[in-house]
Nanobody, 125 residues
Framework: QVQLVESGGGLVQAGGSLKISCAASGRTFSSAAVGWFRQAPGKERDFVAY??????YYADSVKGRFTFSRDNAKNTMYLQMNNLKPEDTAVYYCAASSKDYSTTSYTRPNRYEYWGQGTQVTVSS
């Protein structure tokens, strides 16, 4: 089992920055991939970024603005979000997958067994 806890969400003006965190505990060494997703009200959960042994992959909508990083010593991963836009407003979730899939499959929420509770990010215009 892997437990994930997000933190760091909040309210920020458009063009601003925010860094959210995800602390992992439990069998973190068993993760094949870890990812960030977001869900706006009334919408599906969308892929933001994921990290695996081969590198990091970003959704086109955040590429160049968001940066995924990991501190393995602290079992914590981060999402640095710059130049935020109102359309980035959502609940952000971190997730972990213990199974090996093709790399493009990790953009799908159903590839992840473990999820955090989410942290709200609101970008005002």
């Amino acid at each position: 089992q892997v437990q994930l806890v997000e933190s760091g969400g909040g309210l920020v003006q458009a063009g601003g920055s925010l860094k959210i965190s995800c602390a992992a505990s439990g069998r973190t060494f068993s993760s094949a991939a870890v990812g960030w997703f977001r869900q706006a009200p009334g919408k599906e959960r969308d892929f933001v970024a994921y990290s695996w042994s081969g590198g990091t992959y970003y959704a086109d909508s955040v590429k160049g603005r968001f940066t995924f990083s990991r501190d393995n010593a602290k079992n914590t991963m981060y999402l640095q979000m710059n130049n935020l836009k109102p359309e980035d407003t959502a609940v952000y979730y971190c997730a972990a997958s213990s199974k090996d899939y093709s790399t493009t499959s990790y953009t799908r929420p159903n590839r992840y067994e473990y999820w955090g509770q989410g942290t709200q990010v609101t970008v005002s215009s």
